[in-house]
Structures are given as structure tokens and as C-alpha cells.
């Protein structure tokens, strides 16, 4: 069965940088594709980016360019989300997912980590 577990959320001080990971398990990756997503109090889910494992390859939503990151491990299953000069909107949950390819719908999720930004 497939899992995704996020984990590296918190409190952070605006103006700061986080790194989130995703860890990924009973999973073979041949052209699956990574997204991050995140949801804020009262509002949609939100798309960020996503990476594609085979090429390592990203695409990051254009309201998050400059700011964000995207990476993966394969040796540790893990993906790895980082964005950069955090505010106050940045305030939600992060989610990871998981889809066959980019082109797919994302069709594992994790559970979510949540991030406050403080001001």
C-alpha cells in the first residue's frame, strides 16, 4: 500500500525558509509524478509544484516562483519541499501526493503537515 507521510512543519517566523519532507513507501516509482499541495484556513487546496521522479524534472505554480523548491532522494524515498522568505499567508497545511505520471490525477495523499507563520 502506498503511504505518504509529510513531516517538518511548525511555527516559523515570517522572513524565514522551511523545509518539508515527503516520505514516500511501498511505492516503485518508474514516471510517477510528486506534487505539493496546501490548504489554508477557509480556502481551497492550492497547488504548489511538482516534481517528476524518473527525470527530476519541476514545475512550480506561478504565484510560487522564486520562493519555492522541489527535490528528491531516491536512495531515501523522500521528496522534499522548500520555500523560501515565508509570510503570514504561507499559514496552512502541506500536503504531498503521489500520481502516475504529470499528466495524471494525484491519487495518494499524505495527511499534511501544518505550517504557521508567525509576523
Known amino acids: 500500500q502506498v503511504q505518504l507521510v509529510e513531516s517538518g512543519g511548525g511555527l516559523v517566523q515570517a522572513g524565514d525558509s522551511l523545509r518539508l519532507s515527503c516520505l514516500i513507501s511501498?511505492?516503485?516509482?518508474?514516471?510517477?509524478?510528486v506534487g505539493w499541495f496546501r490548504q489554508a484556513p477557509g480556502k481551497e487546496r492550492e497547488f504548489l509544484g511538482r516534481?517528476?521522479?524518473?527525470?527530476?524534472?519541476?514545475y512550480y505554480s506561478p504565484s510560487m516562483k522564486g520562493r519555492v523548491s522541489i527535490s528528491r532522494d531516491g536512495a531515501k524515498n523522500t521528496v522534499y519541499f522548500e520555500l523560501n522568505n515565508l509570510k503570514p499567508e504561507d499559514t496552512a497545511v502541506y500536503y504531498c501526493?503521489?500520481?502516475?505520471?504529470?499528466?495524471?490525477?494525484?491519487?495518494?495523499w499524505g495527511r499534511g503537515t501544518r505550517v504557521t507563520v508567525s509576523s
Open positions: 511501498g511505492h516503485t516509482f518508474n514516471n510517477d509524478a
Open positions: 516534481i517528476a521522479w524518473s527525470t527530476g524534472s519541476t
Open positions: 501526493a503521489a500520481a502516475p505520471n504529470t499528466y495524471s490525477p494525484y491519487n495518494f
